[in-house]
């Protein structure tokens, strides 16, 4: 689904990732620039837990327009940059796609897992 207008705007007001995003809603930040934020998921499922969001709202991979794609590369990168910086040297990177491939929150989100016994997110 691509939303626009007033209706982006009151999903983007109540939106857990985007109220993250903005410094509504606290989070535990391990990385964050003008694009993307970088926090530990709420309920790990391995030592490493996180989550790469790209600050704007888009719904989905499912819902990414063909001018969004470089911000999906873009999670990847940061998602790299933030392993190599904390030192991690195995991990998995997942994206959970509409509710039957586990995607809970309706916000664009990559899952960073590393260490331990991983569960799927
Ligand atoms: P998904 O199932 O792919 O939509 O993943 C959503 C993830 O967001 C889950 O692993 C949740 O534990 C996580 N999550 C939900 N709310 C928060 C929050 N306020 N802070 C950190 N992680 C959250
Ligand atoms: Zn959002």
Redesign the pocket.
């Known amino acids: 689904m691509v939303y626009s207008g007033k209706v982006l705007e009151r999903i983007m007001e109540n939106c ?1 990732f985007c109220k ?1 995003s903005r410094h509504e ?1 606290e ?1 535990e930040v391990v990385a964050e620039d003008e694009t993307t934020i970088v ?5 790990p ?1 391995a030592q490493t837990h996180w ?1 790469v969001v790209p600050k704007k709202h888009i719904h989905s991979v499912s819902a990414v327009a063909e001018d969004e794609w470089g911000l999906v590369l873009d999670m990847v990168k940061k998602a790299a940059s933030v392993a190599k910086r904390s030192g991690l040297i195995g991990y998995k990177l997942v994206f ?1 796609v509409g509710r039957d491939g ?4 309706d916000h664009v ?1 990559l ?1 960073l897992l590393a260490g331990g016994k991983m569960e799927l ?1």
């Open positions: 857990i993250i809603v989070s926090f530990k998921d709420i309920h499922k989550l959970n586990g995607q809970v929150v989100h899952h997110p």
